[in-house]
């Protein structure tokens, strides 16, 4: 069992950047994937970044070369640096993992099943 705790939220100006962490409970979170997933009003839950146990990194296609996710197995958080941050990254950010062990390159909000409660990101033009 894994709980997730997000934190690191606010209001930003367009440009600006914002540092997210996720802090998890439970034994064994260096085998786990851990991602970072969004909602934004009236839009469906959509995936942003995910960090493999081996260092290995994925990112939406919307976010790459302005998110860098990262993770330090030593106290158990993951984080998400979001940089050059736009009107439109405004949405929930939640943190996520699937069960231990899995992983899928597809990132389907419904392979994830441990999520944390979402902080909210606010980018103003």
């Not at 260096?30 to 995936?47: L, T």
């Not at 929930?92 to 899995?102: D, E, H, N, T």
Request: proline share 3%; charged share 20%.
């Amino acid at each position: 069992q894994v709980q997730l705790v997000e934190s690191g939220g606010g209001l930003v100006q367009a440009g600006g950047s914002l540092r997210l962490s996720c802090a998890a409970s439970g034994r064994s979170f260096s085998s786990y994937v851990m991602a970072w997933f969004r909602q934004a009003p009236g839009k469906e839950r959509e995936f942003v970044a995910a960090i493999v146990w081996s260092g290995s990194r994925d990112y939406a296609d919307s976010v790459k070369g302005r998110f860098t996710i990262s993770r330090d197995n030593a106290k158990n958080t993951v984080y998400l640096q979001m940089n050059s941050l736009k009107p439109e990254d405004t949405a929930v950010y939640y943190c996520a993992a699937p069960p231990i062990g899995y992983y899928s390159r597809k990132h389907y909000s419904n392979e994830y099943n441990y999520w944390g409660q979402g902080t909210q990101v606010t980018v103003s033009s």
